[in-house]
């Protein structure tokens, strides 16, 4: 059988009239007629009782109108699927992202996706450190990734969605914890605690970079394993701590008082980041859309 014979199959059974079939089918009526008695001949069974005056199923005819609904609904849903497909409407696209402070911005990017777009599956990849999301990325594990590079590598095209002031974290009773404003050499003396010395890990390179311009090395008694440890062990005054405005937004310890530092480093950009060289229309669809939800902040080129 062929999908044309079962569309004049239907016609016809639909209709009960090989006139009004063709009109239908915008078929001239002895095309349709040869189309039915082809069928028919593949079959191996009358399909329909032709009078002069009136058209019939017969009980082969009947029993086959809903396996033909069946297989003409289904191409349908085919071609749907390939239409909304090359559209990027439907697909799967996977977003890794690292860092506390992503969690607010990834929840507010997977709600518009998956409110707008049901069919792109959206996943999320969490890991700690940006490297291991980069790496992600790069071997193709996954698709989009929020995180933050001073030098993204070649072949991954990049867009800014968030600028972050990098702030001092000091323990509640901490001799400075009633200044307004940090000098960082002021504390020149003190204990530090830091993320893994990972390549790229940035807050770690901004202590080494600020504390080398106020003229000295950085006593790194302690490396944790993510924010929320790195607070928990500012908080038992083991030492003081870089960390970023969101970060402190999104981490909640009473024992912790976070203020920032003078003169002001620069600032340090989350970027949504993906493979230069992707194709996939749901990929792209996503990325559209990531300008409505991760919109690059004014004045950022």
């Known amino acids: 059988m062929e999908i044309a014979q079962l569309r004049a ?22 095309h349709l007629s040869r189309t039915i008695q082809q069928l028919e001949k593949d079959l191996g069974a009358e399909l329909f009782v032709r009078t002069t005056r009136s058209v019939h ?23 749907l699927a390939v239409g909304t497909a090359g559209r990027g409407h439907t697909g799967r696209v996977r977003l890794g992202f690292a860092g506390s402070s992503s969690h607010v911005l990834v929840g507010r990017f997977a709600k518009l996706v998956r409110r707008t777009h049901p069919g792109i599956e959206f996943e999320l990849d969490s890991t700690t450190y940006a490297s291991e999301a980069l790496a992600k990325l790069r071997d ?6 929020l995180a933050r590079w001073l030098y993204p590598p070649p072949g991954i095209a990049t867009r800014i969605v968030l600028e972050e002031d990098i702030v001092c974290a000091l323990p509640l009773e901490h001799r400075l914890a009633d ?12 204990p530090w605690v830091a993320l893994p010395a990972e390549p790229g890990s940035t807050l770690r390179d901004y202590l080494h ?12 008694v302690q490396s944790a394993p993510d924010s929320v440890s790195v607070f928990a062990l500012v908080a038992a ?65």
Do not use: K, M, Y
């Open 9 to 30: 199959f239907l016609a016809v059974a639909e209709e009960l009239h090989f006139g009004r079939a063709a009109q239908r089918l915008h078929f001239a009526q002895p």
């Open 57 to 79: 199923l017969t009980a082969a005819g009947v029993a086959l109108v809903e396996p033909a609904r069946a297989v003409l609904d289904s191409c349908r849903l085919a071609e």
């Open 140 to 145: 193709g594990s996954v698709d989009l990734v």
């Open 179 to 190: 200044w307004p404003v940090l000098r960082i050499e002021e504390l020149a003396d003190d």
């Open 209 to 220: 970079r600020l504390a080398h311009d106020a003229g000295f090395a950085p006593r790194i």
């Open 237 to 301: 005054e083991v030492g003081c701590a870089l960390t970023l405005t969101n970060v402190a937004r999104n981490i909640s310890n009473p024992e912790v008082v976070v203020r920032p530092i003078e003169p002001r480093p620069d600032p340090l950009q989350l970027r949504l980041a993906w493979r230069a060289d992707t194709h996939d229309p749901a990929v792209h669809e996503v990325l559209r859309l990531s300008e409505e939800a991760l919109p690059t902040p004014a004045g950022v080129d």
